[in-house]
C-alpha cells in the first residue's frame, strides 16, 4: 500500500481547502517545490499533486511548478484540469506518471477511451463523491451521477486507477469514511486510491486492515494530517511497507 502525500497547488502557492471551498483556505508553503522535497527526502515513492486553479477553471496553470516537483525523483500523479488528451499530454511531457480526469470523465466516454488509448496506465480518474453522487468542476457541481455507478462505467473502458474522495471528510480530520471505500472496493477490480479524512496514524491503520481483505486498494492520500504534524510520513511509509 502507498502513501500518497497530497500537495494541492493555488496561486503557485501550496494550500489545502477545507472540504474543497476556494474561501477556506489554508497556506502551508509559498512554494510547493520546498513541500515535495520534504516528502522525497523522507522517503516517499509517490506525490498527488493537484492545480486547484484547473480544476477551478478548467486549464492547469501550474505545470512549470509540477515540472519542478517531478525533478525530484518521486512519481508525480497529477490532477486538475485535465480535460483534454493534449493538456494530459502536457503533463505528461513535464514528467507527470499518471493523470487524473475528474469533470470531463464522469460525463464523456469517449473522452475516456481516448485517454486510455493513448496513455493507458498513466490515466487515473478521480471520482469525488458527496453523499454517494459526483461532484465535479473543482467539486463546485454535485451532479446526479452515482459514484459506484461512474466507477463501475470507467473501469469497463479500461481505467486501471480510481482515486476515491470522499468530500464530506476531505480536509476535517474526522477519519476516512471507510464503508465508503469499501463499497467502492467491491464495486470494480481496478486499483483504488483511497482520499479524505485521514487525521492520524490509526486511520491509516485501518485503511491497511481493508487492504488486507482487498488487494485492489492501492493506497492513501494524506494531506492536511501531515501539513499540521498529526501524522508523520516516515512513520505511515514504515507502517505500509
Known sequence: ????????????????????????????????????????????????????????????????????????GAKVQLGGGMRSVEVMQQAVDAGVARVVAGTRACRDEEFVQEAVSRFGGKVAVGIDARDGKVAVKGWVDTTDVSALDLARRVAGLGVG?????????????????????????????????????????EDVANLRELAGRYDNLDGVIVGKALYEGRVDLADLLSLVR
Open 161 to 201: 486507477t480510481l482515486i476515491h474522495t470522499d468530500i464530506s471528510t476531505d480536509g476535517m480530520l474526522t477519519g476516512p469514511n471507510l464503508a465508503a471505500q469499501e463499497e467502492l472496493l467491491n464495486a470494480v477490480t481496478c486499483r483504488v486510491i483511497a482520499s479524505g479524512g485521514v487525521s492520524r496514524r
Open 1 to 72: 500500500m502507498e502513501i500518497y502525500p497530497a500537495i494541492d497547488i493555488r496561486g503557485g502557492r501550496c494550500v489545502r481547502l477545507l472540504q474543497g471551498k476556494a474561501d477556506q483556505e489554508t497556506e502551508y508553503f509559498a512554494d510547493p517545490v520546498d513541500a515535495a522535497r520534504r516528502w522525497v527526502e523522507t522517503g516517499t515513492r509517490w506525490i498527488h499533486v493537484v492545480d486547484l486553479d484547473g480544476a477551478f477553471t478548467g486549464e492547469p496553470a501550474n505545470l512549470p511548478v509540477v515540472e519542478k516537483i517531478a525533478a525530484l
